[in-house]
């Protein structure tokens, strides 16, 4: 936060050539305190972050468990100052993300999300720790007026084809993975990301979504994946297949 509150033009930003994204050097401090600090409590977990140098697949493919970090998720919100980027730490057992922890340090109301598999999500104030659990919201397909999450910067007529199925749909939208996290918290029914991300962009999230009721599924198109299967890390490209979030969804009832 001590880079967030400096100058902008104290930022070093940069842009990466491998997709055009911004880089300040608040991805690399933060990456630095986040790794070291992994490193010490559990040294022999090794990480993945996206700040980090890819090892090679030969190498990683033999990780039983690994941390997989975005230290700044949502860097163009950094940038913009309003308070939507996040900072991601997962936890992946055999390519399935077990805990995630999601801070939103420079929110209104500052917060972190958290989960572990088989024990529910939660939500921490960071003001006065209350914490509080969260969970989907139940719907099904066939419901009227679902919330759906739109990306503002990541629109194409395969999303405006999708939310079209649905009857008489709302829409909102969030920077950062605090997108997966609206379904997680029940305040939205479906995020469909039918756009590239990486691994690290959503496995904290991703694990916070399942424990909290929710899944994160393949979806047609993209990145090669299995349309309905679950979306799997420590691939030998981290690039993410498309894919839906969706709460807790149940099968609508049989007509009488």
């Not at 980090?52 to 990780?63: A, D, G, S, T």
């Not at 941390?67 to 860097?75: I, K």
């Not at 100052?81 to 999601?102: I, Y």
Request: glycine share 8%; with cysteine.
């Amino acid at each position: 936060m001590q880079v967030y509150t400096e100058d902008a033009k104290d930022w070093d930003v940069q842009i990466k050539t491998k997709d055009n994204s911004p880089l300040t050097k608040a991805d690399l401090a933060a990456n630095k305190v986040i790794c070291d600090a992994l490193t010490e409590c559990y040294p022999e977990i090794p990480i993945v972050s996206e700040e980090n140098k890819l090892k090679p697949f030969e190498e990683r493919k033999e990780y039983t468990h690994f941390f997989c970090v975005d230290p700044l998720d949502g860097t163009k919100e950094f940038i913009k100052r309003n308070g939507q980027f996040t900072v991601n730490v997962g936890l992946c057992e055999a390519g399935v993300p077990v805990l995630g922890v999601v801070g939103v340090p420079a929110a209104e109301d500052p917060r972190t999300y958290f989960a572990v598999k088989g024990e529910g999500a939660f939500v921490e104030s960071d003001k006065d720790k209350a914490r509080s659990p969260i969970s989907c919201k139940e719907f099904t397909e066939e419901d009227e007026g679902l919330c759906v999450v739109a990306s503002l910067s990541h629109s194409s007529p395969e999303t405006e084809a999708f939310i079209a199925k649905y009857k008489n749909p709302s829409t909102t939208s969030m920077g950062s993975s605090l997108k997966l996290l609206l379904v997680a918290e029940g305040k939205a029914h479906v995020y469909p990301r039918l756009a590239p991300t990486s691994e690290w962009d959503t496995c904290a999230s991703h694990a916070i979504v399942t424990a909290a009721g929710g899944q994160v599924l393949q979806h047609a198109g993209g990145k090669a994946g299995e349309p309905g299967e679950d979306v799997r890390y420590n691939k030998e490209d981290p690039l993410n297949p498309f894919f839906v979030v969706y709460g807790s969804r149940k099968a609508a009832a049989p007509a009488v």
